[in-house]
């Protein structure tokens, strides 16, 4: 750390500092009027612009489907909840499919019929601006927390 020339109580860090520090002050400042810190999160996984369309996106990277339907957007986890078997969209029947035992799931993730046991997993998903970010650390899973499940979407 050295002091800025001209102003011997002000300390010029590197970069990182002051991000860090900015961060937690803006995060002060938004809970200081009243938002609670979960609102203001800002999500670290993926990003993608918002869909224009109904439609689908996955992102085998990531291990993410993008759903965009009927005025909502949606993030599962890629694999079937009943072996992790990758889920594949059927476009001609408007759902997803499980190649291995045929579970099928409508395009909102509710399970509709085969060997699985529950709906498609979501992530947390928050609208930035023309994007949609993805927390891929925060899981949902119909049968352990349904209103986490159920309010993992973005409605558009």
Known sequence: MEQRPGCPQCILRDRRSFVREATGAALAAL???GLPRSAARVLDGP?????????????RDNQVILVRWQSAVYAFNLSCPHQNT??????ADERFQCPKHHSKYQPD???????ATRNMDRFTVKRDGDMIAVDVDAMHKSDEDRAAWASAVVRL
């Open 47 to 59: 990003r993608y612009p918002v869909p224009a369309t109904d439609g689908v996106q996955i992102d």
């Open 31 to 33: 809970a200081a009027i």
């Open 86 to 91: 990758a889920l594949r969209w059927d476009g």
């Open 109 to 115: 993730g509710t399970f509709i019929e085969g060997r």
